[in-house]
């Protein structure tokens, strides 16, 4: 029977590799069939759960196909969202482009369906590489170290994983990709879930998230919107339902999102501010989701849930500000103004976008993140359903207003050139857009198509009744009537927002004096110790450090950087300055720590 | 195109869509008064009931002016806004070394 399995990321990889011999004409037809036959096989797949595609590597067993209830509701959308996105870029000429977006894609499934964590750590892995080409085929000077730091970011992430991996399978000797003992974490434990919440963009490991979303291409963020931090949510859901630390870090980050979109003035790092907003309820709802209680089953639906409709109208909106972006040029508030006029129809369905995140009724954020707030509410831990409450005040204060208002409406900023490219997009991404904006409405107005494919299917919960509709008109009109109040207020600056990324950004040359200095002095010192000491077994162990010096830094992490190093000399063309050179040692320093820290342990 | 006359007619009659927004706000928090007023006898008071023996403190008692007093979501929502708009204000003016939080577009590639 397994034999008979087909990985739908391997649809994904394949047709990627063939798009490059397709003949050009039938080029749009094979960008629409790719992604259709893996959503049909993602479907087809629902008919049979169960385990497939097990494999046995130098004594491990590799399972590339759990498929169950949970790997496929997130399946689902995901493979519906990768149609979503191709279309959208489908005029995109550079097949680069698209086999990068289907590679990661294929990464982000590959680690749903994933039985274990080794093949769940490759599959991680590939996501992060396959994205990094999104951010560096934008081509700007800034893309390429943008895309360096995304990369080192999240490579820093793997190896965190990686190495909880390894403790958790040395204290259990089972690799299974099953919920851990989160009662009683071990450091394996801890290790896994920083990996997974780097991926989440969870404060103060989400700086990457706007810096990489605001500089990717413009069809680029609203794949990377949709995939990187929702595997995460379902890793977590997976890996670690229930463990409450999250529970005040979800909290935390929906807040934090909120505090900085107030002060964006660009209009994508303004929604990449808002999805670690939104992954904030999904966090928070993971560390509720302790499936020995009603509110916890209450909340791991409402993870699903929620994800599933974030996929959708996050999309929605990174592909209007796209849309902006794609046709004037521009995507900073201080550029902008006035473009109803001009983009009536970009308006519109960027709008349905907005009221579904701000969760106005008949629309999909309603029906999913209400779940997760009432499952707050449920547990007794009130704070988190209000202070859940009050972020949901100011996603509609900044996406559902801001946004369509500072673009469409208010003072038109536009240069002369700007307004004149402005127009609405071509057929393509209208339609792409207005599929995405069906669904929105769809899910909200007819829920038993999302409920239906939740996971814990005895969970009973129903959105539409007058107290709910009622808090929640009132939340979000009352919170429109702020917005006009304090309209002037609210008036974007061209201004950018420190934000934690800083510490690298900047703390670089900072990093590389304390490399320098300290650890040179520690080396001379240790030196002296040999020439003087000339212990038998100083010796022995320093023989034993100059093999492992060897062989495992300068083979694995020199080996590692400097292949990054030199594919980035070669695609980089002109580049300023030694960034990448910074940046390499830096990063083949944090790994050298964190392997030595593993091997003390 | 249709849609943009239809917004220009009613940016045109800005004074009236204002007021009938008013409007409309008015009548939602005469539907709550007479929602909560309605069901007050029995529902809420067994909700809070339930709620007020869990927990105490700040959040139990505003669970309870929540689910008794109308309007509460109305004061919620225009409060939640007033103070994210301040809060993110004011943080987006501390001072970070030389610089506020909001910095020039160009710090990063001095």
Not at chain 1, 201 to 226: I, K, Q, R
Request: glycine share 10%; aromatic share 14%.
């Amino acid at each position: 029977m397994s034999n008979l399995w087909i990985h739908p990321s391997l649809i994904f990889i394949v047709g990627g590799l063939l798009l490059t011999v397709v003949p050009q004409a039938m080029r749009k037809v094979w960008l629409i069939l790719v992604p259709t036959i893996a959503f049909g096989l993602i479907l087809k797949m629902s008919l049979n759960l169960g385990t497939f595609g097990v494999v046995h590597v130098a004594g491990f067993e590799l399972t590339f196909g759990r498929v169950d209830r949970l790997s496929q509701v997130f399946g689902y959308i995901m493979g519906l969202m990768a149609i979503i996105g191709t279309l959208y870029g489908l005029h995109v000429r550079r097949s680069a482009e698209h086999i990068a977006a289907w590679t990661y894609v294929a990464g982000s499934i590959g680690a749903l369906y994933a039985g274990d964590f080794i093949t769940l750590f490759l599959f991680w892995e590939v996501m992060a590489i396959a994205s990094t080409f999104l951010i560096w085929f934008r081509g700007r000077d800034q893309s390429v170290a943008t895309g360096y730091r995304y990369l080192l970011v999240h490579m820093a992430g793997g190896v965190a994983l990686l190495a909880g991996i390894m403790l958790t399978y040395r204290a259990t000797g089972s690799l299974a990709f099953n919920p851990l003992d989160v009662a009683n974490p071990t450091a394996g434990t801890w290790l896994i879930t920083i990996g997974f919440l780097l991926n989440a963009a969870v404060p103060p490991l989400h700086a990457w998230l706007p810096d990489a979303y605001g500089e990717a291409t413009f069809n680029g963020s609203v794949f990377m919107c949709a995939f990187t931090t929702k595997t995460a949510v379902y890793a977590l859901l997976r890996g670690v339902p229930g463990f409450q630390i999250l529970i005040p870090l979800g909290v935390i980050m929906a807040l934090y999102g909120v505090v900085y979109a107030v002060l964006e003035n660009d209009s994508r790092r303004l929604l990449a501010y808002h999805v670690i907003s939104q992954v904030g309820y999904m966090v928070a709802g993971v560390g509720l989701a302790n499936l020995d209680t009603p509110f916890g089953r209450l909340a791991f639906n409402g993870v699903c849930a929620h994800a599933f409709a974030h996929i959708l109208y996050k999309g929605l909106l990174f592909m209007g500000c796209g849309t902006v972006l794609h046709q004037t040029g521009e995507s900073k508030f201080t550029e902008l103004g006035g473009l109803y006029k001009k983009m009536p129809l970009t308006f519109i369905l960027t709008l349905i976008g907005g009221l579904s995140i701000s969760a106005f009724p008949l629309f999909s954020g309603f029906v999913s993140k209400s779940m997760i707030v009432q499952a707050g509410f449920d547990s007794h831990m009130l704070w988190v359903g209000f202070l859940l409450m009050l972020a949901s005040a100011g996603t509609f204060l900044h996406t559902g207003l801001k946004v369509p208002y500072f673009i469409f409406f208010g003072k038109n900023n536009c240069k002369p050139q700007t307004w004149e490219k402005a127009k609405d997009p071509v057929w393509n991404m209208t339609v792409a857009m207005s599929i995405a904006a069906f669904l929105c409405i769809f899910i909200g107005s007819y829920t038993p198509y999302l409920y239906s494919k939740l996971p814990l299917q005895d969970v009973v919960y129903q959105p539409y009744n007058t107290g709910h509709v009622m808090e929640t008109l009132q939340i979000l009109l009352f919170t429109a009537l702020g917005f006009f109040l304090m309209l002037k207020k609210l008036t974007p600056e061209a201004k950018i927002s420190l934000d934690l990324d800083i510490i690298w950004r900047k703390g670089g040359p900072a990093f590389l004096w304390l490399a320098k200095k300290p650890i040179q002095a520690v080396d001379n010192f240790v030196g002296e110790i040999y020439n003087a000491g000339g212990l038998i077994p100083l010796m022995r162990t320093s023989r034993l450090v100059g093999i492992f010096d060897s062989a495992v830094i300068d083979g694995i992490v020199d080996g590692f950087a400097s292949g990054f190093r030199n594919f980035g000399a070669r695609l980089r063309g002109a580049q300023r300055g030694a960034i990448q050179d910074n940046l390499t040692v830096a990063f083949a320093a944090a790994a050298v720590l964190l392997l030595a820290f593993i091997f003390i342990f | 195109m249709n849609l943009v006359r239809f917004i220009d007619f009613l940016r045109d009659r800005l004074s009236l869509v204002i007021k009938a927004c008013i409007g409309v706000l008015a009548l939602l928090v005469i539907a709550d008064i007479a929602r909560v007023v309605l069901s007050h006898g029995h529902e809420a008071a067994e909700a809070t009931g339930e709620h007020a023996e869990a927990a105490h403190g700040f959040w139990a008692h505003l669970y309870h002016v929540a689910e008794t007093i109308p309007v509460f979501w109305s004061v919620f929502g225009f409060i939640a806004c007033v103070l994210i708009v301040f809060i993110s204000k004011w943080y987006g003016h501390l001072k970070v070394g030389r610089t506020e939080i909001m910095a020039k577009e160009d710090f990063y590639n001095e």
